[in-house]
């Protein structure tokens, strides 16, 4: 970066730069902006990064229940209705009848049976019937046919076949009883039902709603995940202008100047921008609007970093003097209001008194040399005009003499 050296309030600038294409930097998009609250969104857009930005995750959980599954969930909304199981399942030597409120859930065979009665059973000890039988796995047999039972209704015999062979599935121990109520052949082929039922009620279903903290990462079992960036405190330790010497003109009305911090992930939100001449040239966020030809010092800071770039606004109207010209004489241009820049020849000799005196719209002097002859009151009423010239040149000390000239720029590598 080049030096620029402070005298008075005067700058030094080097005469040498070629500025007839006007500047345009392209400006770190994050300067003069960033996030200082959060942004809510659906998804990470691209460019935010854990390296810039605080990141945190949002979930949302969806479930459905009767009732609320616990603290901080919403009911948003009915979802269906559907039967549940009430209490305990319960048993019934009687066959009862089935609904949406009472389901038959399992069952099995069984009868006592006697010695003496041949293929009757029946479904209780009495009459002699006092030998237990029973078929757990109905899948071994199937119903051939089934009557209500004529000493006992609401009791139903039913005779079943053996679905290995078809054949009329008759008591016998070691098959339908375990010898506990004695040993027996086959006999008795009519069979009781014992049921088992559970009741039903009717139930709403209700669609839940959970919204959780903000974490730092997200819950792959959530429902929906929501996102929230900002940009980090990451405070600037340098900045630096690249370039640090822009030269436009007034017709280009603003530039933008490509201001870098250090470092790369710091938080510029808090630069602060400033031009040293607000009649010459204003400045938002890095752009500068261009107000008057002149010379102007933009800086930028932030805390105990800064920056300066010299910006130079050539007037779109110049008064070019031809390379043979000399001297310029006394009074050549005196009170000429219109003249806003100069261009000296390089061999111009002499400024007689008063040949710019009263110009009040000249503000850039450039060109000639170190050594032009000065008369005294040559720019008489110029204070608002600035020179490009070298440090010891006798424009130099001719403005910090005179106090005509007030800035005076000389940049040295």
Known sequence: ????????????????????????????????????????????????TAALYDIEYRSRYDTVAASSPGSGWVNVGFSHSDYVAVGSSYMSEKELTESETRRLVSYYYYHYCGPSHGVYADHTIRNNYIHYDS???????????????????????????????????????GVTCDGSYGEHDERAYYWYRMSFYQDYVLQNYYHWSRTGNWVSAPDSAAASVQVRYRRKQIPVTGIAFAPDIVETTL???????????????????????SSNNALIAEVSDGTVTLLQPGIVNITCESGYAGSDCLLIIHSD???????????????????????????????????????????????????GNANISIV??????????????????TFASYSMRTGYILHWFDIRE
């Open 1 to 48: 970066m080049q030096n620029v050296t402070y005298y008075v309030e005067a700058y030094a600038v080097d005469t040498s730069n070629n500025w007839s294409d006007p500047v345009r930097s392209p400006f770190d998009p994050y300067i003069g902006g960033g996030e200082d609250s959060w942004t809510v969104a659906d998804s990470l857009p691209a460019g935010v």
């Open 135 to 173: 078929i757990l796995n109905v899948n071994d047999v199937y119903p051939v046919s089934r009557q209500e039972d004529d000493t006992d209704p609401g009791y139903w015999a039913y005779v079943l076949a053996w679905t290995a062979n078809g054949n009329y599935a008759k008591c016998k121990s």
């Open 251 to 273: 017709s280009a009305g603003s530039v933008t100047l490509n201001c870098q911090v250090t470092p790369q992930n710091a938080y510029p939100g808090t630069l602060s921008w």
């Open 317 to 367: 109207h110049q008064l070019v003097f031809p390379a043979e010209t000399k001297v310029i004489g006394q009074d050549a241009f005196r009170g000429n209001t219109d003249i806003t820049e100069i261009v000296l020849p390089e061999g111009l000799e002499r400024i007689e008194n008063g040949a710019f005196a009263g110009c009040t719209g000249l503000r850039l002097i450039r060109g």
């Open 376 to 393: 005294e009151d040559a720019f008489q009423g110029c204070e608002y005009c600035s020179v490009l010239c070298e440090r010891d040149s």
